[in-house]
């Protein structure tokens, strides 16, 4: 007797009932229905609709074939074991990545050790076809796909995208974080380019630091990567027809950027520091870090492009709501394009955490009468999340 005839009894209407909302919240469903309908996807994704597997995935392919056989063996559950690793690794590798130089980052559990996905050291030697489904050329052993997930997802880069609803956008990423395992490769030029800006911002911190001892500077030391990935940012956005950049930041950091970003001249800067700037008495002391810039600048592959430094309201975050004002005014009475005007936010690493108006801001995104097309979002982190000892 066919060991699935009881699939003819099933109310098919209920089934797809719950397909549907398996699809929209998959969490709400009784967690066997669950697994059942993630095989089910898993198959369509890799086995697609048709009846023959011919062109079906290596990972397919071996199942159908060992099950049409009468072989369905441990090899098979494995294969699906070295899947639900992978998945893990999409989801929560982001926990495990080298990204503060200062200090161990927190200890999360479950890890994403083997022995946690039922899978033994005596399988790492074991080649898996599951191996496919992360870019990789064919099958490999568990050791080699976990150097590669490692690679990606657990060094000095971390991707959080799981939570993406939009699946081809979920997909556009997992295929563009595999190129090169997620450590971009840059010609000499783009290193050098990186290199000279990353002097500008030092060298421009440790003569204010010499020069202006005791003064508020809001230094960037320890930031100073800043420099380079707004200037690599504004560079790769012009290239990608963006024709206007609107930047909003708070103190830390902002003589840094309106410096070698800007191109404020030092003179004007450090005229400020000793109050020459401005004959009355008329601004509270720390004026510089509060004035706006505006400057055409010619990037260094040639594209030119408009960057605008937002005057800064002075508490705390309050200058997101407007920079996403600016860029919608200008779309809509300039560009008639969202893809034309960039959003830049600098935060500071204690304000985008405690904040309300940072989760304000980013929940209108998609909202017709307040979405700018997307924002990019920079959070300088000084490991202590205030400014003053």
Known sequence: ??????????????????????????????????????????????????DSYADASPVVQYA????????????????????????????????????NPVRERRHFVPTLDIENFELSQADLSKKFNSATTTGMSGPATLADIIKHLEEIYCDSIGVEYMHINDVDEKQFIREWVSVNENHPKLSAEEKTEI?????????????????FVGQKRF???????????????ITRSSQLG???????????????????????????IFSEFEGKEFEEDV?????????????????????????????????LETVAALVEGICRAKVDHKYKDYNKVLPIIIHGDGAIAGQGIVYEVAQMMTLDGYKTGGTVHIVVNNQVSFTTN
């Open 283 to 315: 601004f509270s002391g720390d004026v510089k870090y509060h004035l706006g810039s505006s400057k055409t600048i010619t990037t260094a592959s040639g594209e030119e492009v408009i960057i605008n430094l937002t005057p800064n309201p002075s508490h």
């Open 195 to 211: 290199l000279f800006k990353l002097n500008q911002a030092v060298a421009f911190e440790n003569y204010l630091h010499t020069k």
């Open 219 to 233: 230094s960037l030391e320890g930031g100073e990567s800043l420099i380079p990935a707004l200037d690599q940012l």
């Open 242 to 268: 963006v024709d206007e950049v609107v930047l909003g930041m708070a103190h830390r950091g902002r003589l840094n950027v309106l410096t070698n970003i800007f191109q404020k001249s030092y003179k004007e």
């Open 1 to 50: 007797m066919d060991k699935f005839s009881f699939l003819n009894a099933a109310h098919a209407q209920l089934i797809d009932d719950m397909y549907e909302q398996y699809l929209k919240y998959p969490d709400s469903l009784e967690p066997s229905w669950k697994a059942f309908f993630q095989g089910f996807d898993f198959a369509r994704e890799y086995y697609g609709d048709d």
């Open 64 to 99: 159908q074939q060992s099950v049409s056989n009468g072989q369905a063996s441990e090899d098979i559950s494995k294969e699906f074991k070295v899947l639900n690793l992978i998945e893990a690794y999409r989801t929560r590798g982001h926990l495990f990545t080298k990204t």
